[in-house]
């Protein structure tokens, strides 16, 4: 897999407040190694959408990662609100994540993540044109 970043990315993980850099670059390493293992992708495009980290597949939905000053001791991943991700995550991972609407998994400062559900979900969303027309999108 090619991993093609742009460049002002790094000065959004940069500038991240200490206390979040390492949750944030557990998230980015989580998607990129995810991408790797998922032979259907070629290239993960990193890059900044609505200023936040983002990571677009070919067949995929947009996939981001923030950090906000408003809520200081969490942080999320969000998905295209408008997919059936979100939605399907509750319903096989209610007991792993804690979700905003339609549009996140919110993780919280000492959160042990669940890895593995996380790659699931994310594998979901960087193939979710692939898997949409699935019941539980392939899960």
């Not at 995810?34 to 992708?41: G, L, M, P, V, W």
Request: proline fraction near 5%.
């Amino acid at each position: 897999m090619k991993l093609k970043t742009n460049k002002n990315v790094a000065t959004i993980f940069n500038n991240y407040p200490e206390h979040i850099k390492n949750e944030m670059a557990a998230l980015r390493a989580l998607i990129i190694e995810t991408a790797n293992e998922t032979k259907s992708i070629d290239v993960l495009e990193e890059t900044l959408k609505w200023g936040e980290p983002s990571y677009i597949t070919k067949h995929g939905s947009t996939l981001r990662i923030d950090w906000k000053p408003k809520t200081p001791n969490q942080y999320a991943m969000y998905f295209q609100c408008t997919s059936r991700l979100v939605s399907t995550f509750k319903s096989i991972f209610k007991n792993y994540f804690e979700f905003e609407g339609t549009r996140a998994i919110i993780f919280q400062l000492n959160d042990e993540i669940p890895k593995e559900p996380l790659k699931l979900c994310i594998k979901t969303a960087l193939t979710y044109h692939k898997v949409k027309h699935l019941p539980t999108l392939g899960i």
